[in-house]
């Protein structure tokens, strides 16, 4: 019965290849989120999407593309690998759409491109 | 450019005594704030949150304070328990602009509490 969940929990690739890490929430909450955590460990915000709107942090390379086939699910998309995309990613989903509002994480995903 | 700062990268505390950690922001258009708790190779849990039109929120052993002149808010754990050994985030997030709704992460505090 997890709230929000990731796969694969560890994803190991080659430059070049493209891979795709997938996140569902049961919570019902209208906003999903891909979120990267870097080798610093900061935590910063990729996609915010919900229904209506999908919205992209400008300094994310267009090798990156959610998808969402339903509310439940926000898929991340990431096309030719390159090593600096190493790093763990977050989904996370929030009740409201647009506004403040608290998020609820999944386990992460720890991506290393070789 | 940082937006949410936690100048302090570790913390170490004895069980039973009182934890502070801090952050600092420099957005005022943030109006919600929240902390997570981080164990290694899990995501970011939910602990406690505040709106900007409070300056106290508490539950249980947690107390979130905001000074919103100093742009300031801090965590308080009382008392420390050796299970609150994790990494924590301050979180910003605001009403307001594009990116609404997006939280803005500090770089987290590691607090070790010892027996």
């Known amino acids: 019965d997890t709230a929000v969940s990731q796969t694969p929990k560890y994803l190991v690739t080659q430059m070049g290849n493209d891979k795709s890490i997938k996140c569902e929430q049961n919570l019902g909450h209208d906003t999903m989120y891909w979120y990267k955590q870097d080798s610093k460990k900061f935590l910063k915000i990729m996609f915010s999407?919900?229904?209506?709107?999908?919205?992209i942090n400008e300094t994310v390379p267009n090798r990156f593309s959610p998808k969402s086939p339903d509310k439940a699910h926000l898929n991340l998309h990431i096309n030719s690998l390159e090593l600096g995309d190493s790093a763990v990613y977050f989904c996370?989903?929030?009740?409201?759409?647009?506004?403040?509002?608290?998020?609820?994480f999944g386990p992460g995903t720890r991506l290393t491109v070789l | 450019d940082q937006q949410v700062k936690q100048n302090s990268p570790s913390l170490s505390v004895q069980e039973g005594r009182i934890s502070i950690l801090n952050c600092d922001y420099t957005n005022s258009m943030f109006d919600y704030f929240l902390w997570y708790k981080k164990y290694p190779a899990e995501g970011p849990t939910f602990l406690i949150s505040?709106?900007?039109?409070?300056d106290k929120n508490e539950d249980g052993r947690f107390t979130v304070f905001l000074n919103k002149s100093a742009k300031h808010l801090s965590l308080h754990i009382v008392p420390s328990q050796p299970g609150d050994s994790a990494v924590y985030f301050c979180?910003?997030?605001?009403?307001?602009?594009?990116?609404?709704?997006?939280?803005?992460f500090g770089k987290g505090t590691k607090l070790s509490v010892k027996p």
């Open positions: 505040i709106s900007s039109i409070k």
């Open positions: 996370a989903s929030s009740l409201l759409a647009g506004g403040p509002d608290t998020q609820y």
């Open positions: 999407y919900n229904n209506k709107e999908l919205i």
């Open positions: 979180a910003a997030t605001s009403n307001y602009g594009g990116s609404q709704g997006n939280l803005i």
